[in-house]
């Protein structure tokens, strides 16, 4: 007999835990480097079902379609979208207050907002194992944590312009914690959805909840990041949806954030009431979790191995090298006058190409030596990173009276694009070779710790890389004598003064030489170390116990 009081379950093994736009970049990996072991994951867990489902195919000769559970991946889909809404959000809030004018500290500190994303493994076992049993398993955390991101965005709805239009400038700790509740709530809802859709659809069918997953997620970050960006902007509206000119664009964040709040406590209201974990006339699945101090306890086994230890370590310095790039470049091409909808907008032109990459480089990663393609690939995403130095610096000399013309926007694109190939080609080296390297008795677990950290590995050198670019900058006031720029209060002093600070290194163009300098290192280094552990045996990797 079921009781509706809040349970712990505590037999069998656990489901796959979830492990990024965001930036969209972490986001996606996260999702898609686990996508591998959702289908093995469901076949005891949906024994009964596919008893059925056998039985009945004898009998016609024919495989149950996907239009039978059209809805229910439709649904998938639709929960995923919805995931991705906040972060798209998130990831424009850097962009809009870099037009603001704040410094880099600032940015550096809403950067945490994309950590959640790249954590929940920390919490990923307590939504495995506590849930209201009468409620439904997924249902009792995915039903609160989109009420709770509805109401947080109605909230955001009547106060970010405030917050955003403070006379003191943008109130950048408030909004650094509502984005990161945001965020926190968005990777809660992953967790739910992930599980729920392992049961929710049929053991034939269950390969399209990746799918789902990575459509969806990206179809959510486009409408919150670049369609958002994109009609809000009053330039970008004017000159290619409006035939009068107005001051504003479109849509305003307020509105937008009220729609998406009610589109949330509507649905979830709906689902609530209308979905059913387990459908009318299926055979309830019974799903099997370990308890919450076991799971831990074998991530701890697991991370205490000496190969594993160390490739945590690579992992965590891998990315040191690109950080500046990576996280500080786009701002610097706001702050030098690039639009900041049109920076969004070429991310339209490489979805067919961060489709493509994948599937042609998997060819190279299929053998016994995934990483010797990281290893190649790195050298040549460490060239991107001064590229990208060049390209800010030459950006301000590019700029005309109505804009930037269309050969610079065709330089940036194929700058992206290159640096597209470089990094996926580091990716899913990584991802083939940690689904070489797990344990297949607990794949799931395994995987999902070594794509935690491959994120980690590049969250908090880009949090560091914004955090120094301001430190590292030096100017001068011109125009007053005995005065400098050394301090916001020096800096006022100037101004004060009748002179301006003048900006004579950008920390920037630093932080680009000293990144690429430690990425180098490391490459002659580590980077060899990393391509030896390939040759460890598969014994090296497991866990003692399952030896």
Same mark, same amino acid.
Not at 34 to 63: F, I, Q, T, Y
Not at 195 to 220: D, I, K
Not at 435 to 447: E, F, N, Q, R, W
């Given at each position: 007999?079921? =009781?509706?009081?809040?349970? @712990? =379950?505590?037999?069998?093994?656990?489901?796959?835990?979830?492990?990024? @736009?965001?930036?969209?970049?972490?986001?996606?990996?996260?999702?898609?480097?686990?996508?591998?072991?959702?289908?093995?994951?469901?076949?005891?867990?949906?024994?009964?079902?596919?008893?059925?489902?056998?039985?009945?195919?004898?009998?016609?000769?024919?495989?149950?379609?996907?239009?039978?559970?059209?809805?229910?991946?439709?649904?998938?889909?639709?929960?995923?979208?919805?995931?991705?809404?906040?972060?798209?959000?998130?990831?424009?809030?850097?962009?809009?207050?870099?037009?603001?004018?704040?410094?880099?500290?600032?940015?550096?500190?809403?950067?945490?907002?994309?950590?959640?994303?790249?954590?929940?493994?920390?919490?990923?076992?307590?939504?495995?194992?506590?849930?209201?049993?009468?409620?439904?398993?997924?249902?009792?955390?995915?039903?609160?944590?989109?009420?709770?991101?509805?109401?947080?965005?109605?909230?955001?709805?009547?106060?970010?312009?405030?917050?955003?239009?403070?006379?003191?400038?943008?109130?950048?700790?408030?909004?650094?914690?509502?984005?990161?509740?945001?965020?926190?709530?968005?990777?809660?809802?992953?967790?739910?959805?992930?599980?729920?859709?392992?049961?929710?659809?049929?053991?034939?069918?269950?390969?399209?909840?990746?799918?789902?997953?990575?459509?969806?997620?990206?179809?959510?970050?486009?409408?919150?990041?670049?369609?958002?960006?994109?009609?809000?902007?009053?330039?970008?509206?004017?000159?290619?949806?409006?035939?009068?000119?107005?001051?504003?664009?479109?849509?305003?964040?307020?509105?937008?954030?009220?729609?998406?709040?009610?589109?949330?406590?509507?649905?979830?209201?709906?689902?609530?009431?209308?979905?059913?974990?387990?459908?009318?006339?299926?055979?309830?699945? =019974?799903?099997?979790?370990?308890?919450?101090?076991?799971?831990?306890?074998?991530?701890?086994?697991?991370?205490?191995?000496?190969?594993?230890?160390?490739?945590?370590?690579?992992?965590?310095?891998?990315?040191?090298?690109?950080?500046?790039?990576?996280?500080?470049?786009?701002?610097?091409?706001?702050?030098?006058?690039?639009?900041?909808?049109?920076?969004?907008?070429?991310?339209?032109?490489?979805?067919?190409?961060?489709?493509?990459?994948?599937?042609?480089?998997?060819?190279?990663?299929?053998?016994?030596?995934?990483?010797?393609?990281? %290893?190649?690939?790195?050298?040549?995403?460490?060239?991107?990173?001064?590229?990208?130095?060049?390209?800010?610096?030459?950006?301000?000399?590019?700029?005309?009276?109505?804009?930037?013309?269309?050969?610079?926007?065709?330089?940036?694109?194929?700058?992206?694009?290159?640096?597209?190939?470089?990094?996926?080609?580091?990716?899913?080296?990584?991802?083939?070779? =940690?689904?070489?390297?797990?344990?297949?008795?607990?794949?799931?677990? %395994?995987?999902?710790?070594?794509?935690?950290?491959?994120?980690?590995?590049?969250?908090?050198?880009?949090?560091?890389?914004?955090?120094?670019?301001?430190?590292?900058?030096?100017?001068?006031?011109?125009?007053?004598?005995?005065?400098?720029?050394?301090?916001?209060?020096?800096?006022?002093?100037?101004?004060?003064?009748?002179?301006?600070?003048?900006?004579?290194?950008?920390? %920037?163009?630093?932080?680009?030489?000293?990144?690429?300098?430690?990425?180098?290192?490391?490459?002659?280094?580590?980077?060899?170390?990393?391509?030896?552990?390939?040759?460890?045996?598969?014994?090296?990797?497991?866990?003692?116990?399952?030896?």
């Amino acid at each position: 007999m079921e =009781h509706s009081d809040l349970i @712990t =379950h505590k037999n069998g093994r656990q489901r796959k835990l979830a492990g990024a @736009t965001l930036p969209p970049e972490n986001v996606r990996d996260m999702d898609r480097g686990e996508a591998s072991s959702s289908e093995p994951e469901v076949e005891d867990e949906a024994e009964g079902l596919v008893r059925e489902s056998d039985s009945e195919n004898r009998r016609h000769r024919v495989r149950p379609g996907i239009r039978g559970e059209l809805g229910n991946v439709l649904l998938l889909l639709f929960l995923y979208v919805l995931q991705g809404i906040p972060l798209g959000l998130a990831g424009s809030i850097p962009l809009i207050l870099q037009s603001k004018g704040v410094n880099y500290k600032d940015q550096a500190f809403f950067s945490f907002v994309f950590w959640p994303f790249s954590l929940k493994l920390l919490w990923a076992p307590l939504v495995d194992a506590l849930y209201f049993s009468r409620f439904g398993r997924r249902k009792s955390w995915l039903v609160p944590t989109q009420y709770l991101l509805g109401l947080f965005m109605l909230y955001l709805s009547v106060t970010v312009n405030s917050l955003l239009q403070s006379e003191g400038g943008p109130k950048v700790a408030t909004l650094t914690a509502v984005f990161f509740m945001l965020a926190f709530l968005a990777a809660t809802q992953d967790i739910a959805v992930d599980g729920w859709a392992l049961t929710m659809l049929s053991r034939e069918n269950v390969g399209y909840a990746s799918t789902c997953n990575s459509v969806g997620q990206t179809a959510g970050y486009f409408l919150g990041n670049v369609l958002f960006l994109a009609l809000e902007s009053a330039d970008f509206c004017n000159k290619y949806l409006r035939t009068e000119p107005k001051d504003t664009g479109i849509v305003t964040l307020s509105d937008f954030l009220f729609f998406w709040g009610m589109v949330f406590l509507v649905s979830t209201t709906l689902v609530a009431i209308m979905k059913r974990e387990h459908g009318k006339g299926k055979r309830k699945v =019974h799903e099997e979790t370990q308890g919450v101090m076991d799971t831990y306890k074998l991530l701890f086994s697991i991370i205490k191995m000496p190969t594993v230890f160390t490739f945590c370590v690579l992992l965590l310095t891998a990315k040191i090298g690109f950080s500046a790039a990576d996280a500080v470049t786009g701002l610097k091409l706001v702050e030098a006058g690039v639009p900041k909808e049109q920076l969004a907008l070429l991310a339209v032109p490489m979805v067919p190409l961060q489709i493509l990459l994948p599937v042609i480089i998997s060819k190279y990663t299929a053998g016994p030596r995934p990483l010797d393609v990281f %290893y190649k690939a790195f050298p040549f995403r460490l060239l991107i990173g001064l590229e990208y130095a060049l390209l800010v610096w030459w950006t301000p000399s590019v700029k005309q009276e109505g804009g930037f013309p269309v050969y610079y926007y065709t330089i940036v694109l194929l700058s992206y694009a290159v640096h597209q190939v470089a990094l996926y080609s580091m990716y899913v080296a990584c991802m083939a070779f =940690h689904a070489k390297v797990s344990d297949p008795l607990i794949g799931g677990t %395994y995987m999902t710790l070594l794509n935690t950290v491959t994120n980690l590995g590049g969250n908090w050198p880009s949090t560091v890389a914004l955090w120094m670019v301001d430190p590292l900058t030096s100017k001068e006031c011109q125009g007053a004598v005995g005065q400098s720029c050394g301090s916001p209060e020096e800096a006022g002093l100037c101004i004060k003064e009748g002179g301006a600070c003048v900006t004579t290194l950008d920390g %920037y163009y630093v932080e680009s030489v000293v990144c690429v300098a430690i990425g180098l290192a490391w490459w002659l280094w580590l980077g060899k170390k990393m391509r030896r552990l390939q040759e460890q045996s598969p014994s090296a990797w497991r866990c003692r116990g399952n030896q």
